[in-house]
T-cell receptor, first 112, second 113 residues
Framework: GENVEQHPSTLSVQEGDSAVIKCTYS??????FPWYKQELGKRPQLIID?????GEKKDQRIAVTLNKTAKHFSLHITETQPEDSAVYFC???????????FGGGTRLMVKP | EPEVTQTPSHQVTQMGQEVILRCVPI?????FYWYRQILGQKVEFLVS????????KSEIFDDQFSVERPDGSNFTLKIRSTKLEDSAMYFC???????????FGAGSRLTVL
């Protein structure tokens, strides 16, 4: 089955700096890679996703890159703000399967 | 914006008791899921459900677990005889046909004593 590894497990940045979170996956059949943000005690919320037919996707301060050959994908947050502080999860799935396999999560702390 | 709703928000039960967690998926969604998250850990897939049957399940989803769609709106997760290690947040999710995006509910926190 799919295995998703996520690094780092914690990340502390100053407000205004950039944050980068990296994930690797094992199943070459995976073709859908969402990123979820989870605030303390809340549900995971989708912030951006990418499909395997593109290498990069951007939405305002958030971008995701995908390297299919190396089987890794990354989340980039620019101009970080204190409200970006949360746990971020990457995930992977394929069209045939229904399940998302999540990474271990990254606790991002943005210091004002 | 349509939401996935879950009840109860928090349930405390004794070990060995049966628990039923309820979910109302988004009305036009056809694929339903249960995930769980042990405190401080990653979100783990339990089961997916489509067309009134299980389409995939993980190793966690053993004989103690079952799912049901008893009517046109509810989707339930039953744990027959709870264990201490079943303590977790259980998230229901749904998606519409042809889409990858999962919408999660707010979760049901299960505490087994």
């Amino acid at each position: 089955g799919e295995n998703v590894e996520q690094h780092p497990s914690t990340l502390s940045v100053q407000e205004g700096d950039s944050a980068v979170i990296k994930c690797t996956y094992s199943d070459s059949a995976s073709n859908y890679f969402p990123w979820y943000k989870q605030e303390l005690g809340k549900r995971p919320q989708l912030i951006i996703d990418i499909r395997s037919n593109v290498g990069e996707k951007k939405d305002q301060r958030i971008a995701v890159t995908l390297n299919k050959t190396a089987k890794h994908f990354s989340l980039h947050i620019t101009e970080t703000q204190p409200e970006d502080s949360a746990v971020y999860f990457c995930a992977a799935s394929n069209n045939a399967g229904n399940m998302l396999t999540f990474g271990g999560g990254t606790r991002l702390m943005v210091k004002p | 914006e349509p939401e996935v709703t879950q009840t109860p928000s928090h349930q405390v039960t004794q070990m060995g008791q049966e628990v039923i967690l309820r979910c109302v998926p988004i009305s036009n969604h056809l694929y339903f899921y249960w995930y769980r998250q042990i405190l401080g850990q990653k979100v783990e897939f339990l089961v997916s459900f489509y067309n009134n049957e299980i389409s995939e399940k993980s190793e966690i989803f053993d004989d103690q677990f079952s799912v049901e769609r008893p009517d046109g709106s509810n989707f339930t997760l039953k744990i027959r005889s709870t264990k201490l290690e079943d303590s977790a947040m259980y998230f229901c999710a749904s998606r519409e046909s042809g889409a990858n995006v999962l919408t999660f509910g707010a979760g049901s926190r299960l505490t087994v004593l």
